[in-house]
């Protein structure tokens, strides 16, 4: 009878230490888990964060574009850059183009 016990005794064991090495490995399975889910919410916020400065450049540069083309400062830099002028009243020519000479695509 103490041969059997002691057997029994030996089985607790091994499933004990089998148990122990199941604990530790998924106890390390949800630490390395939670460590790429850390990493992985850095990496977004990063993103997001470029996203919104990207967003706030392209704003920018939507002003900058509409600023650029406005037709008070393309005259000004005609002017100032190319020596542009306005044209006096006769100075304008008028051509009329008949149907027959406008290509139809």
């Known amino acids: 009878m103490a041969h059997r016990h002691a057997r029994w005794v030996e089985q607790v064991a091994r499933i004990n230490a089998l148990l122990l090495i199941l604990t530790i490995a998924c106890a390390l399975g949800v630490v390395t888990s939670q460590h790429k889910a850390r990493k ?7 993103e997001k964060d ?3 400065q990207m967003d706030v450049e392209w704003g920018k540069l939507q002003l900058e574009q509409g600023t650029l083309v406005m037709p008070a400062r393309v005259e000004q830099l005609a002017r100032q850059q ?18 027959a000479m406008v290509r139809q695509p």
Not at 82 to 99: A, D, F, K, N, W
Request: net charge positive; aromatic share 8%.
């Open 50 to 52: 470029r996203a919104q």
């Open 82 to 99: 190319l020596q542009m002028h306005m044209p006096q009243s006769e100075q304008i020519r008028y051509i009329r183009v008949s149907s």
């Open 40 to 46: 992985l919410f850095v990496e977004l916020q990063n």
